[in-house]
């Protein structure tokens, strides 16, 4: 009885002292938050297979956002830093590494790229292949985690820095921390000026503009909800909610310049990091363990489209499938193209009406 006394006070004290240096080790601060609702996977949102149909074109690790160029291409980045140019799988072609990590797109007038790049900042990759960078801080503070854009009419990008707290190799530790420290800045190229639009976003992520510039969309990660930012007309300067309690985690966020707002969910909600969205002290041990382990396994490709009401009108999805994780959705020639963070293709897929 003794020796077993022994051994239970050892252990317990071995799992003290582990506890604690996962205390001071972590380095997560959580807040704490009570997640929204999660709609379930059932009426309109029901489990289906019709992402099945998409072919896959296989380019390297990690090909997040897909964008059309104005030579007709489709250009994306991989997790190495490198941006590619393609067709198909027969034809592509390396366009140029920016040495960081890139990730949402989009060409200018002047032909372009200009690259969210989760490293470096925000980028205006030339034709020949240079690079500028545009805006690598704002208000002095670093960019840590620049993820997605979008550009107006008038030539104004807007982007988002998706944390000030942890960058794209350790965004996990966001989810744990729940400090909603993400933004949207508004950069105009002709001024030069970097203007700060919105901040306190848990994990600011997909950003879109609606018809005629009139609103702005932003996909807040954490809470699944997305944000809507009136920009003109009767309602400029106020701010809603274009849809919430999504049975997915939004990520990219893209518009089809006519009545359709795609939304790309590459993990579904109420898994483990929301169940322990009140208890934070069990999410500061949790911030001591490798970021790997806490990826949360899923095979599950998810992606809607929304009305310029926010209501549902398409729901695409795969299970177990070859796409998972899907990050980006962009509609092109009736064809949507989807991007992925954790995968080494992309898919093509041929829409119905």
Same mark, same amino acid.
């Given at each position: 009885?003794?020796?077993?006394?022994?051994?239970?006070?050892?252990?317990?004290?071995?799992?003290?002292?582990?506890?604690?240096?996962?205390?001071?080790?972590?380095?997560?601060?959580?807040?704490?938050?009570?997640?929204?609702?999660?709609?379930?996977?059932?009426?309109?949102?029901?489990?289906?297979?019709?992402?099945?149909?998409? /072919?896959?074109?296989?380019?390297?690790?990690?090909?997040? =956002?897909?964008?059309? %160029?104005?030579?007709? $291409? @489709?250009?994306? *980045? +991989?997790?190495?830093?490198?941006?590619?140019?393609?067709?198909?799988?027969?034809?592509?072609?390396?366009?140029?590494?920016?040495?960081?990590?890139?990730?949402?797109?989009?060409?200018?007038?002047?032909?372009?790229?200009?690259?969210?790049?989760?490293?470096?900042?925000?980028?205006?990759?030339?034709?020949?292949?240079?690079?500028?960078?545009?805006?690598?801080?704002?208000?002095?503070?670093?960019?840590?985690?620049?993820?997605?854009?979008?550009?107006?009419?008038?030539?104004?990008?807007?982007?988002?820095?998706?944390?000030?707290?942890?960058?794209?190799?350790?965004?996990?530790?966001?989810?744990?921390? /729940?400090?909603?420290?993400?933004?949207?800045?508004?950069? =105009?190229?002709?001024? %030069?000026?970097?203007? $700060? @639009?919105?901040? *306190? +976003?848990?994990?600011?992520?997909?950003?879109?503009?609606?018809?005629?510039?009139?609103?702005?969309?932003?996909?807040?990660?954490?809470?699944?909800?997305?944000?809507?930012?009136?920009?003109?007309?009767?309602?400029?300067?106020?701010?809603?909610?274009?849809?919430?309690?999504?049975?997915?985690?939004?990520?990219?966020?893209?518009?089809?310049?006519?009545?359709?707002?795609?939304?790309?969910?590459?993990?579904?909600?109420?898994?483990?990091?929301?169940?322990?969205?009140?208890?934070?002290?069990?999410?500061?041990?949790?911030?001591?363990?490798?970021?790997?382990?806490?990826?949360?396994?899923?095979?599950? /490709?998810?992606?809607?489209?929304?009305?310029?009401?926010?209501?549902?009108?398409?729901?695409?999805?795969?299970?177990?499938?070859?796409?998972?994780?899907?990050?980006?959705?962009?509609?092109?020639?009736?064809?949507?193209?989807?991007?992925?963070?954790?995968?080494?293709?992309?898919?093509?897929?041929?829409?119905?009406?």
């Amino acid at each position: 009885m003794k020796k077993l006394f022994q051994a239970v006070a050892a252990t317990a004290l071995l799992a003290a002292i582990l506890a604690t240096a996962a205390w001071f080790l972590s380095p997560v601060r959580p807040a704490d938050w009570a997640p929204d609702p999660v709609t379930p996977l059932e009426g309109p949102y029901a489990e289906n297979q019709r992402l099945s149909r998409a /072919a896959i074109i296989n380019l390297g690790l990690g090909p997040e =956002d897909v964008e059309r %160029g104005p030579d007709g $291409r @489709f250009y994306t *980045g +991989l997790l190495d830093g490198r941006i590619l140019s393609f067709t198909s799988t027969e034809d592509i072609r390396e366009f140029v590494n920016t040495g960081g990590r890139p990730l949402g797109m989009a060409f200018d007038t002047a032909g372009q790229l200009i690259v969210a790049d989760a490293d470096r900042g925000l980028l205006a990759i030339a034709p020949d292949g240079t690079i500028n960078v545009l805006v690598d801080a704002n208000d002095d503070d670093t960019l840590r985690f620049t993820d997605d854009l979008v550009i107006d009419g008038d030539g104004v990008i807007w982007f988002t820095n998706a944390s000030q707290r942890f960058g794209v190799h350790r965004y996990m530790y966001d989810f744990l921390e /729940a400090s909603r420290t993400g933004e949207v800045i508004r950069f =105009d190229p002709v001024t %030069g000026e970097t203007t $700060r @639009f919105a901040d *306190g +976003l848990f994990f600011a992520n997909g950003i879109a503009l609606g018809p005629d510039d009139n609103f702005l969309l932003v996909n807040e990660t954490g809470t699944g909800v997305i944000h809507r930012f009136w920009l003109r007309g009767d309602r400029e300067g106020e701010r809603d909610v274009f849809a919430s309690e999504l049975p997915g985690h939004p990520d990219n966020l893209s518009f089809n310049g006519r009545d359709t707002f795609w939304v790309a969910m590459p993990v579904l909600r109420g898994g483990p990091l929301e169940q322990l969205g009140e208890k934070p002290w069990l999410r500061r041990l949790l911030g001591a363990l490798p970021q790997a382990w806490l990826v949360p396994p899923d095979r599950h /490709a998810f992606v809607i489209g929304l009305s310029l009401e926010g209501e549902l009108v398409h729901n695409l999805q795969w299970t177990e499938g070859t796409l998972h994780s899907i990050t980006s959705v962009n509609e092109y020639d009736g064809e949507l193209f989807l991007g992925t963070i954790a995968d080494d293709h992309v898919g093509r897929y041929q829409l119905t009406r």
